[in-house]
């Protein structure tokens, strides 16, 4: 349901506005604005996969998109206030964090555009948006875009269904059958690889 959402907001992208905005500058240039609006755009991963794709329908390079993409979910506003509250270190977390995933995005950006990863997406990303005539009556656009974000959503959820359960999975399996001292143990304070694992053991959950 939130693809579908994501898709009716992503048919109205205007192609030449989001072109102008991140690939009218620099490579670099489009690699930071495209992390800021990553950070300022509340969304998810599931959010974030739809716009990723409007952007490269609208023509914007494949490293900048691929900043935009991992940093959306990756730093999170809400993240940041609860740091925040962490005592007086708070503040110096918060700038790490957000330092780090502004540095991550860019990097990942530029890797992705030096290695030519485009090459490697597999998803089947339609570089058009139908048009719908000026002359069209309100429920007629209505139908045309509803149409148009349901035949996206649906395409873009076959295309990672796979990927969608495999991770639901192996979550599943994490929250139900690992006990909670399990997690308790490997991620104390007196562990040296307990942020690492940390990091892992919440990528599927």
């Known amino acids: 349901m939130l693809i579908f959402i994501i898709s009716l907001f992503r048919s109205q992208l205007s192609p030449e506005r989001v072109r102008n ?7 670099w240039s489009g690699y930071f604005l495209a992390v800021f609006l990553g950070v300022i755009t509340p969304f998810c991963s599931c959010s974030s996969i739809p716009l990723f794709m409007g952007f490269l329908t609208a023509g ?35 700038f790490i964090y957000i330092i780090s995933g502004v540095l991550i995005s860019v990097l990942a950006g530029y890797l992705a555009d030096r290695f030519q990863m485009e090459k490697y997406l597999k998803l089947d990303i339609p570089r058009t948006v139908p048009a719908v005539c000026a002359c069209s009556s309100m429920k007629e656009k209505a139908i ?38 399990f997690f308790v143990k490997h991620m104390g304070a007196d562990n040296i ?13």
């Open 21 to 27: 905005y991140l690939s009218g500058k620099s490579r």
């Open 60 to 94: 914007v390079p494949f490293g900048v998109s691929a900043a935009f993409l991992i940093s959306s979910p990756l730093i999170s506003e809400i993240a940041a206030i609860m740091l925040l509250g962490m005592g007086s270190y708070g503040v110096y977390i918060v």
């Open 144 to 181: 045309s875009l509803i149409k148009y974000a349901h035949e996206f959503s649906w395409e873009l959820v076959k295309s990672l269904y796979l990927y969608i359960l495999l991770g639901l999975a192996v979550g599943a399996y994490m929250h139900g059958y690992i006990p909670q001292e």
């Open 193 to 205: 690889w307990a942020v690492p694992f940390a990091a892992v053991a919440g990528i599927p959950i």
